[in-house]
């Protein structure tokens, strides 16, 4: 222990520990098979325990060993063990980027890994032609056979269309509908007009879930507004013989388009417009 005096203050100086950091930093890095004995040697040189680095640098004591021993499994990825390295070269006192650049290269961190390009191709090569799956006759014959169906529900649909309304005002088909003359509302006067032509009808589907216990024909009641624009508006149930066929009616007649109704040749609004959806149970 040595007294120093400094601008008139005394100063106590441990030479023991000064001694010992000079001979640390005289540990050439040549002079060890790796920066991890290295860095051990000049630990041990300059005093330290583990436990006193692993306070200085707050790095836990079993990463510090495995720094010195090697041992890359012990340590968490790469980016933080070369963080830990090169902050405990820095404690140590050392040129902490010679330390890290070494450290990398004896962990063989110094390139990216190579990519064995034989394994790789390999890989990625294209199957020989006896190798390819197949699509089997059956499958064929699947798709062709959605292909028909789709084209006949398309046909039908557009028969449904056309189809003219019968001497009762009713479409022929599974889904016909009845469309009573309508009447204005009771607080609204009759003007001289023409009323809603609907032009763009959406045919509802026979919900399948509904066939189990259905009457031969089952009915929905919808009513509805059109309005000024041509569109549909508070569309409900006024009356149906079963409750189950209710959302198809009131799905298909929500997506109608019409023709709005004109008075002295201005469109207005039509209200209460009545149309019955007639459900026949398939056969």
């Known amino acids: ?46 005093g330290l325990s583990l436990v006193e680095v692993s306070e200085r640098t707050h790095i836990k004591p079993v990463f510090l060993d495995a720094i010195e021993e090697m041992t890359l499994k012990a340590l968490p990825s790469r980016p933080f063990a ?63 056979l959605f ?13 449904d269309e056309t189809t003219p309304f019968n001497m009762n005002g009713a479409r022929a088909g599974r889904d016909a509908i009845v469309i009573p003359k309508a009447t204005p509302p009771a607080d609204e006067p009759a003007e001289i007009g023409q009323g809603p032509v609907l032009t763009d009808r959406i045919s509802p589907i026979y919900p399948t879930r509904c066939e189990l216990g259905a009457a031969a024909v089952e009915t929905v009641e919808v009513a509805l507004n059109v309005t000024s624009q041509g569109t549909v508006t508070g569309a409900r149930v006024a009356t149906s013989s ?27 609004p039509a209200y209460d417009q009545r149309f019955t959806f007639r459900f026949e149970r398939p056969v």
């Open 1 to 46: 222990m040595t007294v120093a005096i400094n601008n008139g203050s005394a100063e106590i100086v441990n030479m023991e520990d000064a001694r010992a950091r000079r001979r640390a930093s005289e540990l050439e890095p040549g002079d060890y098979p790796s920066a991890a004995a290295h860095l051990k040697a000049v630990r041990e040189a300059s």
């Open 82 to 144: 070369i963080g830990f390295v090169k902050v405990y070269a820095e404690a140590l006192g050392l040129e902490a980027a010679g330390v890290v650049s070494r450290f990398k290269e004896d962990a063989g961190w110094s390139s990216p890994a190579e990519i064995e390009t034989e394994r790789f191709e390999a890989a990625h090569a294209p199957a020989p032609e006896a190798d390819r799956p197949q699509m089997s006759l059956w499958a064929v014959l699947g798709v062709t």
């Open 147 to 159: 292909i028909l169906w789709c084209a006949v529900q398309i046909a039908t649909s557009a028969h």
């Open 242 to 268: 079963n409750s189950c066929f209710n959302d198809a009616a009131l799905n298909a007649a929500r997506r109608w388009r019409f023709e709005p109704r004109t008075v002295d040749g201005a469109a207005r």
